[in-house]
């Protein structure tokens, strides 16, 4: 295990490789990836005002269909800016 790869519920997941490929999603200007109290992984992301929200879905699950099942997040949130603080 190196120092960017946690541990959630026993697989090992590296943070900048997921938070790379939401940058892939259409319109993604930031993206930050965390594990929450439950040891659930999940996403911040910041998009350009255009963006069609009701695809963003479809979008998502495409640039990130190539990661092991446990390197997805299980929950997103749409945010204006992403937090620069831990």
Partial sequence: MTLDTWKVKGYFVNPLEVEGELYKVEGCLEAK??????????????????????????????????????????????VKEIPKNE
């Fill in 33 to 78: 990836v965390f594990v929450n109290a439950k040891e659930t992984l999940c996403a911040m992301m910041v998009f350009n005002k255009g963006i069609n929200m009701e695809s963003l879905q479809e979008k998502t699950i495409k640039a990130l269909q190539h990661l092991d099942r446990w390197s997805i997040p299980k929950q997103y949130y749409v």
